[in-house]
Structures are given as structure tokens and as C-alpha cells.
């Protein structure tokens, strides 16, 4: 009897100890209700206009005017078989895409060369970089048109190629900054542990520091696609008739007419940004970068 007393105390002492222990560990206090007030407001302000400029694409009325006068398609309709707006949002898409494409592949190499190579002045070519970022849009437009009517490549003024240039220069801050997150949080020593067992460079990058930086890298090129789908200030200087982005058609149509068309392309242009943003979360776990989730 003594014996099983004797069993069952040092139990009991360890079951005591470890409830002291479960008592003396700190508790995460959750947010304070202030905050996810705070918080919900500010979401719902951020949104709003968002959700302004779609149900002002549905209005029945002739006009933009909000609240809308009634729920019509009418003006989705006028936007599919638009000549002006359709044209330019297939045009800002195209111009889109291989600014994403040609931005994460020339600011993933420019990331890897910043933060792996040490030189004399790395601070001031990083600054270099991401110089667009701090430019006023107006400023870098026309320095580009002052450039292109006189620099040494003619012919560059007014043209689709032109305005690449402009978009590359202002997307590629966005994937340099994201990848080189991901690089500094990546251990180098894996890379090069690969190398030791006989990849090559490159067979090592895409097996080893690929799969790790994949979410910096999908981030990076998500914003370039949206940034250059949304520059408006390069498009002011840089369109002309035939090379028109959405926002710069959207800009002119607001100025001499007031119908809900515009209200409608910019309807498709949130339904496209919305859309690569689920795609993007379902195709990478976009988790991993910087904490955050799309899910």
C-alpha cells in the first residue's frame, strides 16, 4: 500500500509541476476589440470605392452618377462592343503581361547580383534601382519623351516598345525589393552544399534556391502585372491613338462624356486584378512571404 503511495505521489508531484509550469508560461493576449474595429473600418474604406465604381458600371441611367438609378448590363454590353475601350484594355493586358514577364526575370537577376555579390558602392547601384519608386510618374514620363524624341535609338516616341521601357523601369523596384526578401531569409548553404555534390549553377538555383524563393518571386511579378496595368502617369506622356492604355482612355472619356462606360471598364480591370491575385494564391503558397495569407 506504501508502495503504490509512494508511486502514485511522485505522479502527482509531476502533474503539479507541470500545471505550475503551463501557468508560468505567458498567454498571447488577443487583439484588442479597438483594433479590429479599427481595422474593419479601414478595410471598409479601402474597399469602398472599389465597390462604388462597380455598381456605378451597372447603373441604368445615361449617366455616372452614384447611387445608381437601377441594376443594368447595359453598359457592360456597351464596353464589350466598345472601339475605344476594348481595344485598350486588351491593350494595357498584353502590355501587362510582358512587362511582368521581362520585370521578374531582369529583377530576380538584378536581386540575386545585389544581395550575393559585395562591391564598392552596392548601396548607391541598389538606390539606382529602385530610383522609379521615389520619381514622381509625371517626371519619368516626360524625361523618357524627352529621351526617346532625343536620344540615340529613333523612333522609340509614341510607340509600343517605348512604353514597355517605361513600364519595365517602374515594375522592376516592386521584384527586386520582394526577391531580395526572400533571398536574405534564404541560407545560402544550401545552394551551395548542391554545388558540392556536383550540380551545376544553374542546376542548383532552379532545384534548391528556386522552390524557396518561388513566393517572393510571385509576388514581386504580381504587383509588376498590376502596377503596369494600372500606370496611368507614363501613359499620359507616352500614348498615343493607336498605343492607348485603359487608364488613359478611361481619363479621356471622363473628360468630354459622362456615361457609365468607363465606370464598366473599370469593373473588368478590378475583376482582373481580383482574379490574378486568387490565381496566384491557389498556384503558390504566397503564405511564406512575409507572413502573409490569401487564403
Not at 509600343?160 to 531580395?180: A, E, R, Y
Not at 509576388?219 to 500606370?231: D, H, M, P
Not at 465606370?263 to 511564406?288: D, E, P
Request: glycine share 8%.
Amino acid at each position: 500500500m506504501s508502495g503504490a503511495g509512494a508511486a502514485i505521489a511522485p505522479a502527482g508531484a509531476a502533474q503539479r509541476q507541470r500545471e505550475r509550469r503551463s501557468g508560468d508560461a505567458p498567454e498571447v493576449s488577443p487583439v484588442p476589440l479597438i483594433f479590429r474595429i479599427v481595422a474593419m473600418i479601414s478595410f471598409i474604406y479601402l474597399l469602398l470605392p472599389a465597390v462604388i465604381v462597380v455598381l456605378a458600371g451597372l447603373n441604368s441611367g445615361n449617366y455616372l452618377t452614384f447611387p445608381p438609378e437601377g441594376l443594368s448590363l447595359k453598359w457592360i454590353q456597351a464596353f464589350l462592343t466598345s472601339d475605344i475601350f476594348l481595344p485598350a484594355y486588351l491593350y494595357s493586358l498584353r502590355l501587362g503581361f510582358v512587362t511582368m514577364i521581362i520585370s521578374t526575370l531582369l529583377g530576380t537577376m538584378t536581386a540575386i547580383f545585389l544581395t550575393r555579390v559585395s562591391f564598392p558602392g552596392r548601396s548607391v547601384v541598389r538606390a539606382f534601382f529602385l530610383a522609379p519608386l521615389l520619381l514622381p510618374g509625371l517626371v519619368l514620363g516626360l524625361a523618357l519623351y524627352v529621351y526617346y524624341l532625343n536620344g540615340p535609338i529613333p523612333g522609340l516616341s509614341r510607340t509600343f516598345g517605348g512604353m514597355l521601357i517605361g513600364h519595365i523601369l517602374v515594375t522592376m523596384p516592386f521584384v527586386i525589393g520582394t526577391v531580395s526578401a526572400a533571398l536574405y531569409s534564404f541560407d545560402i548553404s544550401l545552394e551551395e552544399a548542391a554545388r558540392s555534390l556536383g550540380a551545376g549553377p544553374l542546376h542548383a538555383f532552379m532545384s534548391v534556391t528556386f522552390p524557396n524563393i518561388k513566393s517572393g518571386i510571385t509576388a514581386g511579378s504580381l504587383f509588376a502585372f498590376i502596377v503596369s496595368f494600372g500606370q496611368f502617369d507614363l501613359s499620359l506622356m507616352l500614348a498615343t491613338p493607336n498605343n492607348t492604355p485603359l487608364p488613359f482612355a478611361m481619363y479621356s472619356s471622363l473628360r468630354y462624356q459622362f456615361e457609365p462606360t468607363s465606370a464598366a471598364a473599370g469593373a473588368f480591370a478590378i475583376a482582373l486584378v481580383v482574379l490574378s491575385m486568387v490565381l496566384t494564391s491557389r498556384v503558390t503558397n504566397l503564405s511564406k512571404f512575409g507572413g502573409i495569407k490569401f487564403s
